[in-house]
């Protein structure tokens, strides 16, 4: 398949059966390969309505970047980072497009956090900056959903950002190694804009984070990074439905529910 123009990638299922799809207007061109090799298309499609959207990569780990944009850190009143903040979430925290959040009644306050992820396509280690862009196969949305009262409870991150079905990922993959900086991100809380920002906002630029990542550890084909989230984070309730849309991805759309 030709790789001149952005490719909507994504993995989906349709009577009881999975897969690899491009998105085509409103319809899903099934095909055969992934993102890591070549893929051509196998000539079959489904309607978009008639699919359940899964994850558009198995990912292989998840890093996150805390605190990388301006107005998100005033707003926790917080020292602006010398050098990109970096965690990570559990696999068990991945839903897709559609999928239920589901909230545990003694989690406390519980925020959307809408970021746009990276997806790794080639192994790297060290790498420069000027360099870094060329390992990225592409773009998401992500919302890393966080229980913000036991994150500063814990004094550390890890148990707040790594509950069950806290990592909503998706719909697609653009397959580009580059967002435009005057891309917008736009949460939307039950059809409210909460968060609008563009990508130039970054205080660590995509490339300045996978070089950071890259001087301690291996990225590896399939590692995605949610590169941080733009001021207007709030709560998130049971019944409510937060809306991540990226300009030239799409939107990912998740229901909250609670969990007893
Ligand atoms: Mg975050």
């Given at each position: 398949?030709?790789?001149?123009?952005?490719?909507?990638?994504?993995?989906?299922?349709?009577?009881?059966?999975?897969?690899?799809?491009?998105?085509?207007?409103?319809?899903?061109?099934?095909v055969?390969?992934?993102?890591?090799?070549?893929?051509?298309?196998?000539?079959?499609?489904?309607?978009?309505?008639?699919?359940?959207?899964l994850?558009?990569?198995?990912?292989?780990?998840?890093?996150?970047?805390?605190?990388?944009?301006?107005?998100?850190?005033?707003?926790?009143?917080?020292?602006?980072?010398?050098?990109?903040?970096?965690?990570m979430?559990?696999?068990?925290?991945?839903?897709?497009?559609?999928?239920?959040?589901?909230?545990?009644?003694w989690?406390?306050?519980?925020?959307?956090?809408?970021?746009?992820?990276?997806?790794?396509?080639?192994?790297?280690?060290?790498?420069?900056?000027?360099?870094?862009?060329?390992y990225?196969?592409?773009?998401?949305?992500?919302?890393?959903?966080?229980?913000?009262?036991?994150?500063?409870?814990?004094?550390?991150?890890?148990?707040?950002?790594?509950?069950?079905?806290?990592?909503?990922?998706?719909?697609?993959?653009?397959?580009?190694?580059?967002?435009?900086?005057?891309?917008?991100?736009?949460?939307?809380?039950?059809?409210?804009?909460?968060?609008?920002?563009?990508?130039?906002?970054?205080?660590?630029?995509?490339?300045?984070?996978?070089?950071?990542?890259?001087?301690?550890?291996?990225?590896?084909?399939?590692?995605?990074?949610?590169?941080?989230?733009?001021?207007?984070?709030?709560?998130?309730?049971?019944?409510?439905?937060?809306?991540?849309?990226?300009?030239?991805?799409?939107?990912?759309?998740?229901p909250?529910?609670?969990?007893?």
């Amino acid at each position: 398949m030709k790789r001149g123009e952005p490719v909507k990638f994504c993995r989906f299922s349709v009577d009881n059966r999975t897969y690899n799809g491009v998105l085509r207007g409103n319809m899903l061109d099934i095909v055969e390969g992934d993102i890591y090799g070549d893929f051509s298309s196998m000539r079959m499609s489904y309607p978009v309505d008639r699919v359940k959207f899964l994850t558009p990569i198995v990912p292989n780990k998840i890093w996150c970047v805390g605190r990388n944009y301006v107005g998100h850190v005033k707003e926790l009143d917080h020292e602006l980072p010398e050098e990109p903040i970096i965690f990570m979430k559990p696999l068990t925290t991945l839903v897709g497009h559609g999928d239920l959040v589901r909230i545990p009644n003694w989690a406390g306050r519980v925020d959307y956090e809408g970021e746009l992820a990276v997806v790794i396509g080639k192994r790297c280690r060290k790498v420069s900056e000027a360099d870094a862009l060329s390992y990225v196969a592409g773009y998401s949305c992500f919302n890393d959903v966080t229980a913000r009262e036991l994150q500063n409870k814990d004094g550390q991150w890890t148990r707040a950002k790594s509950f069950d079905t806290f990592g909503p990922f998706g719909p697609v993959l653009l397959l580009t190694d580059r967002m435009p900086g005057d891309a917008a991100i736009t949460t939307r809380l039950n059809g409210n804009v909460v968060q609008r920002d563009v990508f130039s906002n970054m205080i660590f630029s995509v490339s300045r984070i996978i070089s950071h990542i890259s001087r301690f550890a291996t990225l590896e084909p399939g590692d995605v990074i949610a590169t941080g989230t733009p001021e207007g984070v709030g709560r998130v309730a049971p019944e409510d439905r937060v809306e991540v849309e990226i300009d030239g991805i799409g939107t990912l759309s998740n229901p909250f529910i609670a969990e007893h």
